[in-house]
């Protein structure tokens, strides 16, 4: 009896899954109203200082490894802004640029050297610190099950839940209707920043990002 169940079971542990995922996803496609915004530091607050580094105890889990120490986030000139990895013992583990509106790796810790991988972190910093979402197009979407959130424009399935007072809640990430990468952050209105940002990445490398802002 219990092998007969067995392929029971699992066909319904498939379904209930399928089922999840689109749920989650359809509840950003039935949007009751949708308008056309230009997404500035006056639709919510922005991660990063203007002209100041932003410093940030982080935690990384990424190949069955348990990453700790400091991200630093600092803009070098009006171009360039370095996103560097410093564990706690001091050694560096990568240094991202954002530059021009693209990432790339300026170094990384020969271990953590592998294309999928920094693909991944590359991206994955990208979004949490909102480096690509600033004076672009965006849908402002509101629905009876969110109040607003915001559709980028170019991004297939990117998705921003926010509003201004309260700056962004999560983002919600996906791909071929699976969800991808989901970003929770943790906003205090009283000093205007994102104390607390926490990122999961889910498919075949699976990554999870943990980030709480040191208060200067």
């Known amino acids: 009896m219990l092998q007969l169940l067995k392929p029971y079971l699992l066909l319904s542990s498939i379904c209930i899954c399928v089922l999840f995922v689109s749920c989650r996803i359809s509840k950003f496609k039935h949007a009751s109203s949708c308008d056309r915004v230009v997404i500035t530091e006056k639709t919510f607050p922005a991660v990063l200082f203007e002209n100041k580094a932003s410093k940030f105890k982080a935690s990384i889990d990424v190949l069955k490894n348990h990453l700790t120490g400091i991200i630093i986030v600092k803009k070098t000139d009006s171009l360039s802004t370095h996103i560097v990895f410093v564990t706690e013992i001091g050694m560096k583990m990568f240094d991202f640029e954002w530059k021009n509106n693209e ?8 271990p953590l050297n592998k294309e999928s ?20 197009h965006a849908g402002l979407l509101t629905n009876k099950n969110i ?9 297939k399935h990117r998705y921003i839940i926010a509003d201004t007072a309260n700056g962004i809640s999560s983002q919600q990430i996906f791909i071929k209707n ?3 990468r989901f970003i929770n952050y943790t906003f205090d209105p009283e000093k205007k920043v994102y104390s607390h940002i926490k990122s999961t990445q889910f498919g075949l490398v699976k990554i999870k990002i943990e980030l709480n802002r040191i208060e200067e």
């Open 103 to 110: 990432m790339n790796a300026v170094y990384v810790f020969e």
């Open 117 to 136: 991988l920094i693909k991944s972190l590359k991206t994955g910093f990208k979004q949490m610190l909102l480096l690509d979402v600033f004076n672009r």
């Open 147 to 155: 109040k607003s959130y915001y559709d980028i424009e170019g991004e």
């Open 178 to 180: 699976k969800k991808n």
